[in-house]
């Protein structure tokens, strides 16, 4: 076989999410291959700030989000209005189970049945009509647009790729053939990592990088670090990433309640270098978040020598047994009482040397890289032989 040409779909891009840095990452270390990526202008704008090389077709040209539901519809529709020569792809890859990416993807399999459909599926959304407690989220419409992915993904795509056993399990839970499920799951680059310096001088104790949004726990996050701040009134928190700004200055007013806003920064979006300098020269790496497939960044804050605070997601069990101290859902002083315990226990790590040495090779992207790639030319080999 020749060259590979696949058409990737990134075109539910919001802020930098582990669906995007995966596919990015795959697809700079899949050899043999000409890619096509579907996006937004911001979405081509990060595969090429990490080294991506590709064609961009561009569905929305935004500055700011907006809507994203009329975003998702718009980029959807355009995406299928694109005049792609089907006859010419090998493969196409979904790089997430929103409607932008599984929609086209669906249609160009129907249309052409020796196209290889790839889709990965990074997590569940959690079912808010079965919730107790403090529903922090209750994402009906995610949860309701993840059934429908799911149903079409079931049944016409070729390979699903799903980046931790518990994801298996659930999806063969609702009928998906276990022969079209792979585990691969995510990576690090660890020699980026290690060439980020560690600043003499801190100016944060504590660190959350992630998207910004409800489901991130950061609201939970600001009453973890005021509770924090009862028992170290000094202590520091850098809050980064990118997020819908209707929710950025919600975050903020809650906040500026709290009376915490000389002790909390939100920081925004930074360059990776400056972020992962920032987690370097922190004592503690707090991710509160509430859903998550994998949890790349946890990994990559272990990597860096920090210990990890999260919640005691079920999915962190199948992947994390060191440096990270799980606390049970919503006990905001117990994620309180775990971040004060390091903070005053000057040069606390996350792993040892050996550890991280260990981490840094298993989960290498290369790694990863190189198991996907023989699953893809596999799937696509076999298709077209049938």
Request: with cysteine; glycine share 8%.
């Amino acid at each position: 076989m020749g060259d590979l040409k696949i058409l990737g779909l990134m075109n539910a891009f919001v802020s930098v999410s582990g669906s995007d840095v995966r596919f990015i990452e795959i697809m700079k270390r899949i050899p043999k291959t000409r890619l096509v990526v579907v996006t937004s202008s911001a979405g081509s704008e990060l595969c090429v700030r990490r080294g991506l090389n590709a064609e961009f077709k561009i569905t929305t040209n935004e500055k700011s989000l907006g809507n994203i539901c009329y975003r998702y519809f718009l980029r959807t529709l355009r995406a299928l209005a694109f005049k792609i020569k089907l006859a010419e792809i090998d493969l196409v890859y979904g790089s997430s189970d929103f409607f932008p990416d599984v929609i086209p993807a669906f249609f160009w399999k129907v249309r052409h049945r020796h196209v290889c459909w790839q889709q990965c599926i990074h997590h569940f959304y959690a079912n808010p009509f079965k919730r107790v407690g403090n529903n922090f989220s209750a994402n009906v419409l995610g949860y309701l647009s993840q059934k429908i992915s799911f149903y079409l993904i079931q049944r016409y795509a070729d390979l699903v790729i799903v980046v931790n056993p518990l994801i298996k399990r659930e999806l063969m839970k609702i009928g998906f053939d276990e022969n079209k499920l792979k585990i691969i799951p995510n990576g690090i680059d660890s020699n980026y990592l290690k060439k980020i310096k560690k600043p003499e001088t801190s100016l944060f104790d504590g660190v959350f990088l992630g998207r910004l949004n409800k489901s991130k726990g950061l609201y939970e996050l600001v009453e973890i670090w005021t509770q924090v701040l009862k028992q170290c009134p000094l202590a520091k928190l850098a809050i980064i990433g990118e997020g819908d700004a209707g929710f950025k200055s919600e975050l903020s007013r809650k906040i500026q309640t709290s009376g915490g806003q000389d002790a909390i920064k939100i920081l925004g979006f930074l360059e990776s270098a400056q972020a992962f300098e920032i987690i370097k020269s922190s004592k503690v790496f707090v991710f509160p978040s509430f859903e998550e497939g994998f949890g790349i960044v946890i990994m990559e804050a272990l990597a860096c020598g920090v210990p990890v605070v999260t919640w005691d997601l079920p999915v962190y069990g199948e992947i994390f047994s060191h440096g990270v101290i799980k606390i049970p859902i919503g006990d905001i002083h117990g994620f309180a009482d775990a971040i004060f315990r390091i903070l005053n226990a000057p040069g606390v790590s996350g792993l040892s040397n050996q550890e991280v040495e260990t981490l840094s090779s298993e989960y290498s992207w290369e790694k990863v890289a190189a198991e996907e790639s023989a699953a893809i030319f596999t799937m696509t080999k076999n298709l077209h032989a049938s």
